[in-house]
């Protein structure tokens, strides 16, 4: 029997520091009170400064660990919804955020992981999404997807037991790709990711990407493409170079170093593993 999702069955599961309040909730909710939806926070914090809830809907672990990726997976033990949404502490909702979700996965029912879009708080698009629903993504797909823009059901996540990576992510060893890699995970294990391009969110424009000089960013390169081989490293290094060559990113004289450091972040990643 097909399950027809419905609302309540939905929870936003959200990463965050060092609150004490939950008034960050209200400019993200901005078309209705907070506890109208299941929401499950996890505050990296200390002991003294615990965050906690007068609300049923909204659920809080004060975690005493640092880095989002582990945030993210306390979030994903701790989670009670048939459909997870990833979520951050600095965007904005849709006021049909819920409905979209809820209508994709019960159109998609073959899927184990949709991904939506998102804009930026101008109103474009945060970068160029398929016009239609995408079932079959590539590597590119996949590797330009944000954490934001992830829903999955917590079933097939528990059956399966898939994480973030811990040495990806901010404040990890390697500061990004953890996106990438969680997805590339469940591909692994034949299961159905597609992107169903209807906004949810707003978010700024600014990302991990743009604080990293290239040197850093081939650094993460170099341990991603190592994490998740199936797909070539040098190959993957290679066209990384030549899309970011054509954007821009880095110039010919760089190139040699962007090479050298990619191998570094890929034996450092190695080393990490023994």
Sequence with gaps: MIKEFK?????????TMDRDSLDFLIPMFSFSH???FSILIINQTQPDKLLVSNYPSIRIVNSFEKGLSKSRNTGFKNAKGEIILIADDDEVFKEDFENTILEAHNKYQEAQSICFAIDD??????KKYPSTAKTRLSFLDISNILSIEISFKKAALDQLNIKFDTNFGIGSPFAMGEEAIFLSDWRKQKQSVIIVPKVIASHSRFSTDN???FKQRYYVQG????RISKYGYYKGVFLKL???LKQNKVKLNQLFAAIKSANKGKLDFIQMQK
């Design 34 to 36: 907070f506890s109208n």
């Design 211 to 213: 604080k990293l000089n």
């Design 223 to 226: 341990a991603f493409l190592t």
């Design 121 to 126: 708080f101008s109103g474009f698009l945060f």
């Design 7 to 15: 609302k309540g069955d939905l929870e936003i599961v959200l990463s």
């Design 242 to 244: 030549f899309f970011d």
